[in-house]
């Protein structure tokens, strides 16, 4: 077992009861957006392998890898039509042995995104599933009568927009339960012979080498025996985006259930010998069932998805972030951004204070416990993609030109060549504005003063400073949008409100970090922290005792 990261945290050194990737910095790869290496528009595994050096130096120590199976790629991979194998649009599996061998020697690790909610209605199983009834593939899926009425079964209803059951194309008159599009039927949990399919692909992968799952849509694995309706909390109203229509349920019964997280204590038997990482994807949106996942023998950790989503509004952004912090005991992954929501930057005010902003609250989510997460292309301060050519995603081509996700998928902006150097093809799968060689990585690399420089310093934090996620959690003062917390010798300070905030450590102190150039001032020893800004101090006393035991500080906004 490898225990050491690529800084060189000794993870083997960790308080007993820590497993390895507590304290790691993860980054989001969205593969069709990263870096196409053969000239077809689509980004693939090696263009990954061809970066990783790049990653490396950023400090990265945990590269999760969205879906690159084999799929008609109709919600861009997350359709899956065999799990055990590479699109021909990624790869090889040479490929991807070839990456992992990559990352392993530069003491980086690897995450697949696995998806078993359900697969694409192009896998045999589904295939064989409506083309015999009797097959015994018809109960991997969730086929149902239809109701009274001839309609869909119950009222449950599709993230991507419509009911959540499609009529049987082959003509038996039942409908088949999808919580997304009509093309990715969901798979039936309750079924033994689905667990044991998917023992089989994780352990596939595991011996592979991968170092851990990201679970998509883990919360939804289980369904209500009955399939009763989910009561509806709101009206729903013509034109409505399908997400808010899909937020008028309670979704008592369709997500959510008990049996889940059962789900995934067989999971944990398959992959605890390859000490092998389970990060739920659950859309939970409160505390008491994100828990639920991740506080017993089942999930290592969940992605705290709601700050991937808030809009700049300090005094929530920090109670989420302190509630989760709090209920999750380290079991939890943290990102500002991910490929599914607005940009972190354009979200929180766009340009030089949507970056700003970003840098704030990601240094903050670098002092918390658990796993923190950049997504491509948040260490270059990028804004959402702006789209020149056709919407590429079904929630907005399925729905009426909605607004949709792709303004998060944009292909990373390499350089100042033709498509930002992404691909050598004349255009990128999606195609979107060109960006400006200040928002490039050939600029920013090795430049003071660039927004990567910043994030590799930031990130760095965790290699040079383990204290900053792994000493107790003090909260020394707590305001509704500013936060000083005590780590051991380390002193975190992040003011997100809009005024400065003064704090005056008693004795002497280094300022290890600064979310932006200057956030930090004042003299002798009384700090202004200048607005919407995180800063890291340290200091030890003489004896080596942190200053959290012995401070008398005094401190405000002005
Ligand atoms: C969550 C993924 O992040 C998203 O991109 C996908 O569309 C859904 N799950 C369905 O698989």
Same mark, same amino acid.
């Given at each position: 077992m490898r225990v050491t990261g690529a800084g060189g945290v000794d993870r083997s050194a960790l308080p007993a009861g820590r497993a390895w990737w507590r304290g790691a910095t993860g980054y989001e790869i969205y593969i069709r957006s990263?870096?196409?290496?053969? +000239?077809?528009g689509v980004g693939d595994l090696a263009g990954i392998t061809a970066k990783l050096d790049v990653l490396d130096r950023l400090g990265v120590d945990v590269l999760w890898i969205t879906p690159f199976y084999p /799929?008609? +790629?109709?919600?861009q991979g997350y359709? =899956?039509?065999?799990?055990?194998g590479i699109d021909p649009a990624f790869g090889t599996l040479d490929d991807f042995d070839q990456l992992v061998q990559a990352a392993t020697d530069r003491g980086m690790r690897i995450f697949v995104d696995i998806v078993p909610n359900h697969s694409s209605d192009q896998h045999p199983w589904f295939q064989q599933a409506i083309a015999d009834v009797?097959?015994?593939?018809?109960?991997y899926y969730l086929f149902r009568p239809a109701a009274a009425? !001839?309609?869909?079964?119950?009222?449950w209803v599709s993230h991507f927009g419509g009911p959540a059951w499609t009529l049987d194309p082959a003509g038996s008159g039942e409908y088949y339960c999808h919580?997304?599009?009509? *093309?990715q039927p969901d798979l039936n949990?309750?079924?033994p012979a689905v667990m044991e399919e998917f023992r089989e692909i994780l352990t596939f992968w595991c011996e592979r080498g991968v170092d851990g799952f990201r679970i998509d =849509?883990?919360? !939804?694995?289980?369904?209500?025996p009955e399939f009763r309706n989910n009561p509806q909390v709101r009206e729903i109203t013509l034109g409505m985006h399908p997400k808010d229509v899909f937020a008028s349920f309670d979704h008592v019964h369709d997500l959510?259930?008990?049996e889940t997280t059962k789900i995934f204590e067989t999971w944990r038997t398959v992959v605890e010998p390859y000490d092998a990482v389970l990060l739920g994807e659950m859309d939970v949106r409160n505390i008491e069932r994100f828990t639920e996942y991740v506080g017993?023998?089942?999930?290592?950790a969940g992605f705290v998805l709601k700050l991937a989503s808030s809009r700049w509004e300090p005094a929530t952004i920090l109670s989420d972030l302190l509630t989760y912090e709090r209920a999750a005991l380290g079991g939890a992954a943290w990102a500002?951004?991910?490929?599914?929501?607005?940009?972190a930057v354009s979200r929180y005010g766009d340009g030089q204070v949507g970056v700003r902003r970003a840098a704030a609250v990601t240094t903050l989510m670098l002092a918390l416990d658990g796993i923190t997460f950049l997504y491509q292309g948040d260490e270059l301060g990028l804004p959402d993609a702006v789209l020149?050519?056709?919407?590429?995603?079904p929630v907005s081509t399925r729905n009426?030109?909605?607004? +949709?996700?792709?303004c998060a998928r944009?292909? =990373?902006?390499?350089?100042?060549?033709?498509v930002n150097g992404f691909t050598?093809?004349?255009?990128?799968w999606l195609e979107t504005a060109p960006l400006p060689a200040s928002l490039t990585a050939a600029a920013q690399?090795? *430049?003071? +003063?660039?927004t990567w420089e910043r994030y590799r310093a930031m990130l760095d934090l965790r290699r040079r400073l383990?204290?900053?996620? /792994?000493e107790p959690f003090e909260i020394f003062d707590r305001q509704a949008t500013s936060l000083v917390i005590f780590r051991g010798p380390l002193t975190v300070i992040a003011n997100l409100d809009d005024k400065a905030f003064e704090f005056v450590p008693e004795g002497e102190f280094h300022v *290890?970090?600064?979310?932006?150039?200057?956030a930090v001032g004042g003299d002798g020893g009384h700090l202004r922290i200048e607005p919407e800004a995180t800063i890291v101090l340290s200091r030890r006393e003489?004896?080596?005792?942190?200053i959290a035991e012995s401070a008398e500080v005094t401190h405000g906004h002005r």
């Open positions: 990263f870096l196409d290496s053969d +000239g077809d /799929s008609p +790629g109709k919600d359709d =899956v039509a065999d799990y055990i009797d097959s015994p593939y018809r109960d009425n !001839g309609g869909p079964p119950n009222n919580l997304f599009l009509s *093309e949990w309750a079924n =849509v883990a919360h !939804g694995l289980t369904k209500d959510h259930r008990p017993g023998r089942g999930l290592d500002v951004s991910n490929h599914d929501q607005p940009r020149t050519g056709v919407a590429m995603d009426g030109g909605v607004a +949709g996700r792709d944009g292909p =990373v902006p390499w350089d100042s060549t033709a050598t093809a004349p255009v990128a690399i090795g *430049e003071a +003063g660039s383990p204290d900053l996620w /792994s *290890e970090f600064e979310s932006y150039a200057g003489p004896d080596g005792r942190a």
